[in-house]
C-alpha cells in the first residue's frame, strides 16, 4: 500500500478558463491574474481595476449601463417555436428551456426603451448565456420591433451586441432574419435616424454581416472577437495560424471597420456625445 | 445528347444499368428494331428517372446541387440573355470572380445581371475560387445594382456558392459590412429585383445577393444557413453526421416554400438539371419572365412595401408569444 494514496479528488481549474460573468466573492482576472473583490467588480462595470480587462456582462447588466433609470422591457413573450423539430445530439426544444431556466429569458435578446443621458433611446441587448447569444427567429422578430417601434417614436436605435452568429437549430429562418433586421435599419437610416451598433466580445457570423456592421457608428469595446467567419474556420482555409490579434477591435479599427475603440466605462459617456451631435440637442450641462 | 454519357448519380443505380446496356446497343449495328429498341429504352430511363427523382433524400438533392455539370450561372447568361455585356471590378480594391456582373437583355427588356459562378473544370474552378465570393464581389454587385436603379433597369439574380469565402483578406478587407451593406441596400433599391437560387444557397455568402421581390429556388438547389457538413462538425461533433444535419436544417426548396423563405419552386428537366441545360433553362426563363412581368406593372412604392413586407414575415412561422401582461418598468440595479 502506498503511503501516499490520494484521497481526495484534487483540486481543478475550472474548464472554462474564457472570461464570463464572476459568481463567487472573489474573482481572478484571465488576463493579469489579479484576484479581484465581486463588488468592486460589479461596481467598476465588470471590469478588471488593474488592467481593464473586460468581463463578459449580461443583456440586463447591459441595458442598466446604458440607460438613466428605469426603463421598459418590450417582447419578452415571444418564444421560438421549434419551427424546424431540430434535433441534433439532443432536441433543441431541450437547448431552449435550459436556456429559459438559467437567463430568465424567452430569448437571446432583451429590447427596452426608456432615456440615455436624458435621451429617448431604443436599445436592443443581446443575451450570450441564451445558446451563445445566436439569432433566431425571436431575436429577429425583437430587434425588427424595437427598430420599427424607434421609427414610429424618431428615437434612436442601439443594439448590444453580443453573438455567436445565426442560430443553426432554426435553419434557413435564422439566416433571413439578417435580412430582415437589415431591411429595417434601412428604413431607420432613411427616416435619417442614429443607429449606434456597439460590439463586444463575441460579435461573429451572421450577426456581424448584418446589424453589427450597419451603425452610423460602430463602436467596439476594447480587445472584443468581432469577425465573421470564426478562427478556427479561417486558420483551416488559409493552413496558417492567425496573427496575434487578429479579428480583435483593435485590429478592426486599425482595418477601418470600426469607428471607435471604446472602454466600457466610457461607453455611455461616449454614446450620448455622438447623439447630441446627430440629433443636434444641447450638450449636457457642465456637472 | 446529354443522356448518352453515363455519368449518374450513386442513387440513379438502375438507370445507370439501363445506360450500359443502351450504350452496348449503340455499338452494335443498327437494324430498325435495335433503333426502336434503344428509344424504348430511352423512354425507360427519363420515366425510371423521373421516378427515381420523385423521392430523392435531402441528401440526394444535395448530391445533385453539388453535381459537376449542373448549370452555372454563366451558362443560364448564355440561354437566357442576348448582348451579354460583362462589368468588372468594385472602383474600390479589385474584380472578384466568384461573383460575374452584367448587363444585356432578356427577351427585349433590358436589365443588369448578377450572379455566383463556380466554375466547371479544375482551372475555372480555381479562377473562380470555387464561388466563395470575398468582400470586392459584393461591392461590385452593389455598384451594378445602384447602376441598374439609375437607369431604372430590373435586376436578375443567380445564387450559387457554398458561403462567403472564409480567409483572412475577406476579413481584413471587411466582408461582413460587404454583405450587409448589401442587404440593406436591396431591401431599398428602387428597382425590380428577381432572384433564383440555381444550384448552393450558401449562408450569408448567398444571401448577400440574394434579397428581392421574388425569390424563387430550383427544383433541387438548396439554401441553409451553414453548409450540412459544417452543420454536423458544429453540433454533432462529426462531420461525417452531414446526412442528419441535411435532414435536420431543412434546405430544400419544398422546406423553404412550406415555411415562406421562397416564393416559387422552378422546375428542372427530369434527372435535374444537370441532363439538359438548355430545357433548364427554358424552365427559369419562363419563370423570371412571369415574375417580371408582374414588377414592371407595380409602382415603385407598392413594390418596395411589398418587398419589405415579404422579409418581414419571415420567421412568423416560427414564433409564439405567451403575450405576459404589459412589462412594468424595470429598476435599474442588478
Known amino acids: 500500500m502506498a503511503w501516499f494514496k490520494r484521497t481526495r479528488r484534487p483540486i481543478t481549474a475550472p474548464a472554462d478558463k474564457a472570461s464570463r460573468v464572476p459568481e463567487g466573492l472573489w474573482v481572478k482576472c484571465p488576463s493579469c491574474g489579479q484576484i479581484l473583490y465581486n463588488k468592486d467588480l460589479v461596481a467598476n462595470l465588470q471590469v478588471c481595476t488593474k488592467c481593464a480587462h473586460h468581463f463578459r456582462m449580461n443583456a440586463a447588466e447591459r441595458l442598466s449601463v446604458l440607460f438613466d433609470g428605469e426603463y421598459q422591457i418590450h417582447d419578452a413573450g415571444l418564444r421560438s417555436n421549434d419551427p424546424l423539430s431540430f434535433t441534433d445530439t439532443k432536441p433543441y426544444r431541450k437547448r431552449l428551456d435550459a436556456s429559459i431556466k438559467a437567463t430568465g429569458l424567452n430569448d437571446a435578446v432583451i429590447s427596452a426603451t426608456g432615456h440615455l443621458d436624458g435621451i429617448p433611446t431604443t436599445i436592443a441587448a443581446m443575451e450570450y448565456a441564451f445558446i451563445g447569444g445566436s439569432m433566431g427567429v425571436v431575436v429577429g422578430e425583437s430587434i425588427t420591433r424595437a427598430i420599427e417601434r424607434a421609427i414610429g417614436a424618431r428615437q434612436p436605435v442601439i443594439i448590444v451586441c453580443c453573438s455567436g452568429g445565426a442560430r443553426m437549430m432554426e435553419g434557413t429562418l435564422s439566416l433571413m432574419q439578417m435580412a430582415k433586421i437589415s431591411a429595417a435599419l434601412g428604413r431607420l437610416d432613411r427616416a435619417g435616424l442614429p443607429y449606434i451598433s456597439v460590439l463586444t466580445d463575441p460579435t461573429t457570423g451572421g450577426v456581424t454581416a448584418s446589424y453589427a456592421m450597419l451603425g452610423d457608428l460602430n463602436i467596439a469595446e476594447p480587445k472584443a472577437l468581432i469577425g465573421f467567419a470564426g478562427p478556427r474556420v479561417i486558420e483551416q482555409t488559409i493552413r496558417q495560424k492567425l496573427p496575434e490579434g487578429f479579428q480583435r477591435s483593435e485590429f478592426l479599427l486599425n482595418k477601418g471597420m470600426i469607428d471607435v475603440v471604446v472602454d466600457r466605462r466610457e461607453m455611455k459617456g461616449t454614446i450620448a456625445r455622438a447623439l447630441r451631435v446627430m440629433l443636434g440637442l444641447p450638450t449636457a450641462a457642465p456637472a | ?334
Open chain 2, 1 to 334: 445528347m446529354a443522356t448518352k454519357k453515363i455519368d449518374t448519380l450513386e442513387f440513379e443505380e438502375p438507370v445507370a444499368v439501363l445506360l450500359k446496356e443502351i450504350e452496348a446497343m449503340a455499338l452494335m449495328p443498327q437494324t430498325p428494331e435495335r433503333i426502336a429498341s434503344i428509344a424504348q429504352l430511352e423512354s425507360r430511363v427519363t420515366e425510371l428517372r423521373g421516378e427515381i427523382f420523385k423521392t430523392l433524400t435531402p441528401w440526394q438533392r444535395v448530391m445533385v446541387t453539388r453535381h459537376p455539370d449542373r448549370p452555372c450561372m454563366l451558362d443560364y447568361v448564355q440561354h437566357l440573355f442576348t448582348d451579354f455585356i460583362e462589368l468588372h471590378g468594385d472602383r474600390r480594391f479589385g474584380d472578384d470572380h466568384a461573383i460575374v456582373t452584367g448587363m444585356g437583355q432578356f427577351r427585349g427588356q433590358p436589365v443588369f445581371i448578377i450572379g455566383h459562378q463556380k466554375g466547371r473544370d479544375t482551372q475555372q474552378k480555381i479562377y473562380r475560387n470555387f464561388g466563395y465570393a470575398r468582400p470586392e464581389g459584393y461591392r461590385k454587385a452593389l455598384r451594378v445594382m445602384k447602376m441598374a436603379e439609375k437607369f431604372k433597369r430590373p435586376v436578375i439574380v443567380f445564387v450559387d456558392t457554398p458561403a462567403a469565402y472564409p480567409g483572412a483578406e475577406s476579413e481584413e478587407r471587411g466582408v461582413a459590412e460587404a454583405i450587409a451593406l448589401n442587404l440593406r441596400e436591396m431591401a431599398l433599391l428602387d428597382t425590380p429585383i428577381v432572384v433564383t437560387v440555381t444550384g448552393e444557397g450558401g449562408s450569408g455568402g448567398a444571401l448577400g445577393i440574394a434579397i428581392g421581390d421574388r425569390v424563387m429556388m430550383l427544383e433541387f438547389s438548396m439554401y441553409s444557413v451553414i453548409p450540412p457538413e459544417g452543420c454536423a462538425s458544429i453540433l454533432w461533433r462529426d462531420a461525417k453526421k452531414k446526412v442528419e444535419a441535411t435532414e435536420a436544417l431543412k434546405i430544400t426548396a419544398p422546406d423553404l416554400l412550406a415555411m415562406h423563405v421562397i416564393d416559387e419552386i422552378v422546375k428542372e428537366p427530369v434527372g435535374g438539371a444537370h441532363q439538359d441545360h438548355v430545357e433548364a433553362s427554358a424552365l427559369l426563363a419562363e419563370a423570371i419572365g412571369r415574375h417580371l412581368d408582374e414588377l414592371l406593372a407595380m409602382d415603385s412604392s407598392t413594390r418596395l412595401d411589398e418587398r419589405y413586407r415579404k422579409f418581414r414575415q419571415m420567421g412568423d412561422v416560427g414564433i409564439v408569444d405567451l403575450n405576459p401582461p404589459a412589462s412594468e418598468p424595470t429598476p435599474a440595479s442588478v
